[in-house]
């Protein structure tokens, strides 16, 4: 290629999972350049990452260490970048996007320092992370312990869970609040857990009846709330 040119693999993908990418330049060692807006980064409780060494290790975070790549820091406009070399007529990586924004994010490739247009783009799809609910399913009596399982997507590394009997979702108190731990191999399993009590929605199973039971990832509750 007489222009840089950016492949995305894939270029939609779920939150916490690695997207690889190639770069195809027919200029052999020519550095290159690929950049990712601060504001896509979600990792920092103030905002967007705004100085040059919070810039610096959100691109360590997302841009990883592995192939062709010989530089992660701010691209000099306080977004974050990678720089490659070219080796062979192309030059690879890999983002992890654990801490990417859950929407469309663009990717930008510059021929050496970043100014001007950008030489190639690809938008990246990140999508949520996803849970799953398998146990406890069916009926229990109130106050028995029951195994609550399932699995989670790679970007979850802990789960809470939900009640709900005709109103709001209630928060179910499990482990003091700190939830069920997420395993490596993306499964969740607690054994041996009463469900009913009598702090939020835990009071709901202490009640006969019909109820739905529900999980999310724990990141998103606050204060008992989704």
Do not use: C
Not at 36 to 50: E, L, M, N, R, W
Not at 52 to 60: D, Q
Not at 104 to 113: H, P, Q, R, S
Not at 206 to 216: A, E, R, Y
């Amino acid at each position: 290629s007489l222009t840089p040119k950016l492949n995305l693999e894939p270029e939609s993908t779920t939150q916490g999972e690695y997207v690889t990418y190639d770069i195809l330049y027919n200029n052999e060692g020519a550095n290159v350049m690929l950049v990712i807006d601060a504001a896509d980064y979600v990792d920092y409780p103030q905002g967007t990452p705004v100085d040059s060494g919070e810039v610096t290790a959100a691109a360590e975070d997302v841009f990883r260490d592995v192939g062709d790549v010989t530089d992660r820091r701010t691209d000099g406009r306080g977004n974050l970048a990678a720089e490659l070399v070219i080796d062979n007529g192309e030059a690879a990586g890999s983002i992890d996007t654990t801490n990417l924004d859950t929407d469309d994010i663009t990717i930008e490739l510059y021929e050496g320092a970043v100014s001007g247009d950008a030489a190639d783009s690809v938008d990246l799809t990140v999508d949520p992370g996803a849970v799953t609910l398998d146990t406890p399913t069916g009926l229990f009596a109130l106050g028995s312990q029951v195994t609550v399982s399932g699995t989670a997507t790679a970007a979850v590394d802990d789960v809470a869970i939900y009640a709900r009997s005709g109103g709001d979702w209630a928060y179910v108190d499990i482990n003091g609040g700190a939830g069920i731990e997420v395993d490596p191999d993306g499964t969740f399993r607690e054994l041996d857990i009463t469900l009913s009590g009598d702090t939020l929605g835990n009071n709901i199973f202490s009640l006969p009846g019909s109820h739905l039971i529900g999980v999310i990832d724990l990141a998103d509750v606050s204060d008992g709330n989704v």
